[in-house]
């Protein structure tokens, strides 16, 4: 049995940096490069893992080669099939639900903003 590494990489902070305006982050074009280059070498499987959506990803990483983890593990592409947890359409319904009361319960604090993901709710503060 040959070894296998498995190199899993968060993309927010990691391997972008973290903005203000989370639509405004970029994987830069060496960075890019370097994920490519990593996932030819023989044994070597790259896999970014983040809380963005499953579409964010291929956009900011198209062309790296990886294997993609989204939605804080709920969705897994490009090892094998297309996996998406059995429950991920009910958790976002519920989701949904959550963001409002959580907007709610936030709307005074400054630096303070709720994202909605599919199957989460996050609370910045920057």
Do not use: Y
Not at 90 to 118: I, P, W
Request: charge should be positive; include cysteine; proline fraction near 3%.
């Amino acid at each position: 049995m040959s070894e296998r590494l498995l190199v899993a990489l968060d993309f927010d902070g990691t391997l972008a940096a973290i903005r203000r305006d989370p639509a405004k982050v970029k994987l830069s074009a060496a960075r890019r490069a370097f994920l490519a280059r990593l996932g030819r070498v023989p044994g070597v499987r790259v896999l970014i893992v983040s809380g963005r959506p499953q579409a964010f990803l291929h956009r900011a990483l198209a062309g790296a080669g990886a294997a993609l983890s989204g939605e804080h593990g709920w969705v897994l592409e490009g090892i094998g099939r297309t996996w998406r947890h059995p429950r991920l359409s009910r958790r976002a319904l519920e989701a949904r639900l959550l963001a409002g009361v959580v907007q709610c319960a936030v709307q005074n604090l400054k630096g303070v903003r709720v994202e909605a993901k599919t199957a989460a709710v996050v609370v910045h503060w920057r």
